[in-house]
């Protein structure tokens, strides 16, 4: 099991910026990917942002989806089982709940793990 504790969402104008951090706690060691999904309100969850682990190929994939790049950026502390979402230039759009996820390959068959979710709000 992997828990979450999320963090840093809010209101804001659009145009600003907020930061997103969550940190996992549990059988982290078996986390491969850390992500970012986002459900706006009447809609689906959808994919914000995504992070591996660095392996022996070289450094972390990241993805975002294409209505937050250049705009929005994800790290991670790995050492510290976090994951951040560094948001700019905020648009009323990006008004949702965000939620952390993890992926693990601890099994056989992977799981997925969500966090409680944080209320992000852009609105003038």
């Known amino acids: 099991q992997v828990h979450f504790v999320e963090s840093g969402g809010g209101l804001m104008q659009p145009g600003g910026s907020l930061r997103l951090s969550c940190a996992a706690s549990?059988?982290?060691?078996?986390?491969?990917?850390m992500a970012w999904y986002r459900q706006p309100p009447g809609k689906e969850r959808e994919l914000v942002a995504r992070?591996?682990?660095?392996?022996?190929?070289?450094?972390?994939?990241?993805n975002y989806t294409a209505s937050v790049k250049g705009r929005f950026t994800i790290s991670r502390d790995v050492a510290r089982n976090m994951v951040f979402l560094q948001m700019n230039s905020l648009k009323p759009e990006d008004t949702a709940a965000y939620y952390c996820?993890?992926?693990?390959?601890?099994?056989?068959?992977?799981?997925?793990?969500w966090g409680q979710g944080t209320q992000v709000t852009v609105s003038s």
């Open positions: 996820n993890a992926e693990t390959d601890c099994t056989a068959d992977g799981r997925n793990y």
């Open positions: 992070m591996t682990n660095s392996g022996f190929a070289g450094a972390a994939i990241i």
């Open positions: 549990g059988d982290t060691i078996c986390i491969s990917a």
